[in-house]
Each structure stands twice: as structure tokens, then as C-alpha cells.
């Protein structure tokens, strides 16, 4: 049994205790516990689609994490699931990492290259691998898609106890594929084939077994690492019934209304400041320019999605509630967080018909108004639908504006002074591995692991920002650079540049993301001095990493899909 060194988070706890000695024999006190952390991941989670950051879906459990903690409203991940997955795991940048875009998406001119693998590669130390070296039980429930040969799967990259999910996404009620690119859903339990149990949903499945491996070592004095990546609100979206039905009639004003809504709730909340402005995403359709049985199905579709949401955030609740009746409670770190922005795939037409729909008759899904959501239903929220979730940021996923990159982080626990707080400081999702690794007081593998050389970590540690005792995360002039799919982005200070080849657009734009959130005010004919700067910035850090450019004419969605579309 290796030895529990003191954590930050328990240095804290402790901090101003007396402690007294004597020559007389008296018991050894007991070395402080180190804390549990669970690491709670939505799946395509739009900016406000959570009650603590203005949206109108009920989310008492995540809201009472938010009460208890911090939440920073200028968290930035990336536009897409695997690359996310791997920098938030990892620490190091998707380019360093194998995993630049999901594999499903890579073209064939990028394949071949080592940074380019889709999967993570043996170069980078995951999380779960640092913590488990230093006493913790390490379980993962959920999506995977980091890789599914045995060498790539979670159980080999760290974690002890692991049910995963290894594709882009699957059905929530069964075991079956949600897109015709998978021949089956791929799931795995400790790295062997899966077999879903009868009454299975996933956030509740995820959760159960969760519980389960926390349960199996709960007598010893081990702290653990629970990594939950739910399927909630990836496509299919689906939810039972009794979530669902909760919002009747919630959206039946169509997402303009709902988007303004959105954004003056993110106001009162003061997660984005006064006055912010949301810009209509091009190629929104006016709602008053469809009929009123695409409008009630349009509507459905968001019902169906704030019940998914709700579901997810019930069965987090039982989650804390065991923690509670175990006692582990009080001394387990929670991080909720999402991978990426709202999902706005064009799956499902304007007359519920889909693109997928000679694959739907085939394996017999359906997008009918009466079941949407049920099991056998088809349900994608659009992206009309997406910018209500990502209001009042523009864009949704894949896209490198703020409505793909930018949402919601949560953290609370011990070691977590600042309570109740939000904070507009700027963090990136490569800051999460060292800040958990400080607050369950391991090390940093500093780029040597078990005598072999790994990429070295690029995040930064925020957990002295958590504590108060700093009042900065990076430093203003300091560059962060990001590119997916050809979509471009960095960071610096309050401002970021972004360019945007999924929109067709083939210019950079300039905007300070602290005061204009939801990019509409570009500063690039203003500010030219900052905009060459930052673009001189970007090309530094794409050549660092070798970021491969795009053949001509591709399209992230049309790859995922090539050879299968009606």
C-alpha cells in the first residue's frame, strides 16, 4: 500500500489546527484523508443549458455543487468530443496528444502522421495513470472514444474498474449503433466485450456501476477517482417520459424567444456582464416562417433534451446522496464540466424526416412527434435548437467561436474556498490534469514517467486560484493556441482570435471574449496592431506542433458521413 501524502485541499482543512505533544504515550494521529474526486463530463452541453448559469432546465443537484464551489464562466475546451477527452485527461495538447480530431473525421491526407492518430498516443500520461501510482482507486463510467483495441481502452490507460463506450456516441436505451458508420455499439466492461442489461439507460447505468466499484473498496482507506463521461445530451437524444414531459410547452416560442430568455438569465446569474450581446447564428431559420406541426416538433425536440439534462442531473444527485450515507461526502472533490459546446448537426429535417432515413427504416428508429425521445426514437436537437443551448454565444460544436468552446466548469470540495463565487478568469481544459493532481497531492510526472519520456504537461495548476490565494490563472501576455478541423482560435488575456473554415469564412476576427462574450464586436480594423501580434502567435504555435493543414474542400461532418448519407 503506497503512502497518502498530504493533499493541498488537506493542507487547508487542517490549516490553523493546534496540536499539542507530550513525552507521555498517546495515540499517533491520524493522517489526514486525501479527498475523493469525481470528474462529471456532459456530453455536447451547451453554455446555459444548466440553472446555476441561467438556463431555465432544472438542475438542483449540479446547482448545489455550484453553491458550494466555484464556477468559472470563461472555461474553454474543444469544438469537438476526442480531442477533448484527451486534453482534459492528459494535460497536453491535442496535437502532442494523437487525438487533433476525432478518428471518425481524420482525412485521409492526415492519416499516416503520428500526431494524427485519432487515439491517444503512448507519448502522453493519462490522469488516471498518475493518480492510481499514488494509492487511488481510478473507475471511469461512460463514453470513452479515446481508442478501442486493448492497449487503448481506459482499462489500460489507468483506470482499475471501468464500463466504457468506445464510438462517438450510441444509444441511451439499448445496445445498438446510433449512426450507420458502426456495424454495433461498442462497449466494453475492464476491457473485455459488454453486454448492456435489459433496463439499461445510460445516465442511470453509469451512475449504478459507478456506485458499484466505489462500494467494492469502500472499507479500505484508499481515496478514490471517478471519471463519468455521461451520453447525456449527445445524439440520440433521449430521455424517459416523466423528464421530458416536465417541459411542455417550455420552447413552444421558438429559439429566438428562448435564446433571449437564455441570455438575460445568464445575466441576472452574472455569468456573462450587462449588456452582452448574442448575435443570430447564420443560416437560423425565422420560427415564424415554419408551420405550426413543425413547430410543435422543433419544440418537442428541446423538451425531450431539458429532460435528458434533468435525468442526468437526478441520478448525479444519487451519486452524492450515496457519498452522503457512506460518509465520503464532505471529503470528495466534484468537477462538472461539458466537452464541448451544443451539438448542431442537421439530423433530423424540418419535417422530421432525416438524412439517415433509409437507415432508420432499416434498423427501425423513428423521429415520430409521440415517442421522440422514447426508446426506438431518433431525437437531435438541430441547429436552430442549438442556439438556445449555447445562448448567448455564437456557433455551437466543431465551430472554434465561443458557442463550441466556451462551457459551463464547476468545482467543489475541500480545498475549495471560494464558495458560491463565479469567476470570469480565463482557464483552458489542459488545466484540469495538474489542478487535480495538486489537489490530491501527486506529482506532476514533469515529462519522465517510469523512466520513459513523455510529452511534459502544458495546463497550468489553478488550485491556489480555487483557494484565493492567487488571483490569476495565466498570464496576460501569455498565447494558448487551438485548431480542429481547420478551425483556428488563441487566447491571450482578454482577447482571442478565431477563424472559422467551417463558416466559409476565410478571414480572422478580433474580439475581447471578457467584455464581448458572444463575439459581436469584432475588433480586427481597430486593433490591427493586436490582431498581427496574435496571428503571428498562432502561426508560432502551429508550427511547435505540427498542426497539418486542411485538404481542400473538407467538411467535418460530410467525413464522418462520407459513403453513408441517403
Known sequence: MLPKPMSIAVALLTAGLSVSFSTSAQPAEAEPTRPNIVLILADDLGFTDISPFGGEINTPNIAALAEAGLSFTNYHTAGSC???????????????????????????????????????????????????????????????????????????????????????????????????????????????????????????????????????????????????????VHMPVQAPREFSDKYAGMYDEGWAVMREKRRQGAVAAGVVPPGTEAIVTPGTLQWNSLSDEQKRHHARRMEVYAGMVDAMDMHIGRLMDYLKTIGEFENTIFIFTSDNGAEGSNLINVDATSMLSNWFDQVGYNADYATLGEKGSFNAIGPNNATIAASPLAYYKFYASEGGLRVPLIISGPGINRRGEKTDEFVFVTDLTPTILSLAGAEDHGGSFNGNTKEPISGKDLSNFLTGSTQSVHQETESIGYELGGNRALFQGDYKIVFNRS???????????????????????????????????YEAYAEANNVLPMPEGYDQRREIFRGVLN
Open 82 to 232: 476526442a480531442p477533448a477527452r484527451a486534453m482534459l485527461l492528459t494535460g497536453v495538447d491535442s496535437h502532442r496528444n494523437g487525438v487533433p480530431n476525432i478518428p471518425e473525421a481524420l482525412p485521409a491526407e492526415q492519416q499516416g502522421h503520428e500526431n494524427y492518430l485519432g487515439v491517444l498516443n503512448d507519448k502522453v500520461v493519462t490522469l488516471s495513470t498518475m493518480l492510481r501510482e499514488t494509492g487511488y482507486h481510478t473507475y471511469m463510467t461512460g463514453k470513452w472514444h479515446l481508442g478501442h483495441t486493448p492497449e487503448l481502452l481506459p482499462s489500460a490507460r489507468g483506470f482499475e474498474r471501468t464500463i466504457a463506450m468506445a464510438d462517438t456516441g450510441a444509444d441511451n436505451w439499448e445496445q445498438r449503433p446510433y449512426l450507420p458508420i458502426y456495424d454495433k455499439a461498442n462497449w466494453y466492461a475492464d476491457g473485455k466485450e459488454h453486454t448492456l442489461p435489459d433496463d439499461f439507460y445510460s445516465s442511470k447505468y453509469f451512475i449504478d456501476k459507478t456506485i458499484e466499484f466505489i462500494a467494492e473498496n469502500e472499507a479500505d482507506e484508499n481515496p478514490f477517482f471517478a471519471y463519468i463521461p455521461f451520453q447525456a
Open 503 to 537: 463558416a466559409n469564412d476565410n478571414a480572422w476576427h478580433l474580439f475581447n471574449i471578457k467584455t464581448d462574450p458572444g463575439e459581436s464586436k469584432d475588433l480586427a480594423e481597430a486593433e490591427p496592431a493586436r490582431l498581427a501580434q496574435m496571428t503571428s502567435d
